[in-house]
């Protein structure tokens, strides 16, 4: 599986997952589409007192996700980090 995000990208589930772990990430999913191979979800994205609106694009294989792409409007935590 690959992920690719706003800020970069991972190989295989257990990188992106545990980086979802450390970051303490939660999520809140408003919609899911789904047709044939292509799933998009659109959710709430938490952490660190943030709340971002996201989409994620997943991509099926053989029953499993092959392909991940998430984006956002990176500011808020751009800005967050920037005060640390």
């Given amino acids: 599986m690959k992920y690719i995000g706003v800020f970069g990208s991972r190989d295989g589930a257990e990188a992106a997952l545990g980086e979802v772990q450390q970051l303490l990430l939660k999520f809140q999913i408003k919609e899911v589409i789904a047709e044939d191979n292509q799933v998009a979800v659109f959710y709430d994205l938490s ?4 709340t971002l609106f996201a989409a994620g694009w997943f991509q099926i294989k053989d ?10 409007d990176p500011r808020p935590v ?7």
């Fill in 47 to 50: 952490t660190s007192g943030i």
């Fill in 63 to 72: 029953d499993k996700v092959s392909l991940i792409r998430v984006v956002f």
């Fill in 78 to 84: 751009l800005e967050m980090m920037s005060k640390r």
